[in-house]
């Protein structure tokens, strides 16, 4: 069974900076590419970053481009999503999602299993 248990968010003032990570079991991580989305308060799920399974090729929506950064440890089974400059906007639930092969798409229909999502909060 595949899961993927996300860190706890957090609260933090605008212009900060925060990191979220995703531990994934029950497949070989490596294999596979991974995303991250996050939803807004009465929004849809909205993309924001994948990475290849192989780490090499990485792709960001405009709106966190240059702020966030999505990175992984294949030893560690674990994706990590950076997140700096915050803005309140950028306040939302973050979901870390395994892709089914190893390149990654901006939808939701490329990805089959979720976390749980983590709460993060930007005050101004």
């Known amino acids: 069974q595949v899961q993927l248990v996300e860190s706890r968010g957090g609260l933090v003032q605008a212009g900060g900076s925060l990191r979220l990570s995703c531990v994934v079991s029950g497949r070989t991580f490596s294999l596979y590419g991974m995303g991250w989305f996050r939803q807004a308060p009465g929004k849809e799920r909205e993309f924001v970053a994948a990475i290849s399974g192989g780490g090499g090729r990485t792709f960001y929506s405009d709106s966190v481009k240059g702020r966030f950064t999505i990175s992984r440890d294949n030893a560690k089974n674990t994706v990590y999503l950076q997140l700096d400059s915050l803005k309140p906007e950028d306040t939302a639930v973050y979901y870390c999602?395994?892709?089914?092969?190893?390149?990654?798409?901006?939808?939701?229909?490329?990805?089959?299993?979720w976390g749980q999502g983590t709460q993060v909060t930007v005050s101004s």
């Open positions: 999602a395994t892709a089914q092969n190893a390149y990654s798409g901006s939808t939701r229909g490329s990805y089959d299993y």
